[in-house]
């Protein structure tokens, strides 16, 4: 199975820490693929930014696994080939990539060739852990502002409370904190307990 991945550097030395599998070829690119490279390869995917607003009519209904943390996959109408994960820093590397799609059975094949765990999640604004994720930065800026700890100390204080393998600052800096911003701003309009405690220019 030939697989074209679209990835900047951070993404494609994640996706390498994952072990090789016989008879699954990785072409990685730093551009999206042109006519005869969709002809040549039978799984696509396009982390490299949020991809949504592409012609995916082109890959002829073949699997396409785009990088959409912020957009949901019905807010555009895209076709059932499509699959959304989140590509955030940090996230690829994970055991178990959340993945949102309206036909599981095409994606549930490519991934067991792979050996890689996925788990099927509800197309929703930064899925399950990306959610969680910008919640706990959010609060973290909150007890900043208010004088409650500094960077340093609420790192730690999650670092040993939760045995998470970042604190919240850290994971800010790490994702991008514009990324964490715009999927708090899309969050709340359903919910004011997200709305930003920061900018999106805040610095770390």
């Keep these: 199975m030939r697989i074209f991945i679209y990835a900047n550097e951070s993404q494609r030395d994640e996706i390498s820490l994952k072990p090789a599998v016989p008879g699954i070829y990785f072409h990685f690119s730093k551009n999206l693929p042109n006519a005869d490279e969709i002809d040549n390869h039978e799984v696509f995917f ?3 930014g949020e991809n949504e607003q592409m012609n995916f009519n082109q890959f002829h209904f073949k699997p396409v696994v785009i990088n959409s943390v912020s957009k949901k996959l019905s807010a555009n109408r895209l076709p059932k080939n499509i699959a959304r994960i989140n590509g955030w820093p940090g996230f690829l590397e ?4 959340e993945i949102a799609c309206e036909e599981k059975d095409i994606f549930v094949p490519v991934f067991q060739k792979l050996n890689w765990e996925i788990l099927a999640v509800k197309d929703e604004p930064g899925m399950v852990s990306g959610r969680v994720v910008s919640m706990i930065i959010n609060e973290a800026f909150y007890a900043l502002k208010e004088n409650i700890s500094t960077k340093k100390e609420i790192n730690l204080a999650m670092k ?3 045995n998470y393998p970042l604190g919240p600052f850290e994971w800010a800096e790490k994702i991008g904190v514009e990324k964490v911003f715009d999927l708090l701003t899309v969050l709340s309009e359903k919910d004011n307990r997200c709305v930003p405690s920061f900018q999106r220019n805040a610095k770390i």
């Design 46 to 48: 396009l982390l490299d």
């Design 94 to 97: 994970r055991s178990v990539w």
């Design 160 to 162: 040993l409370g939760t």
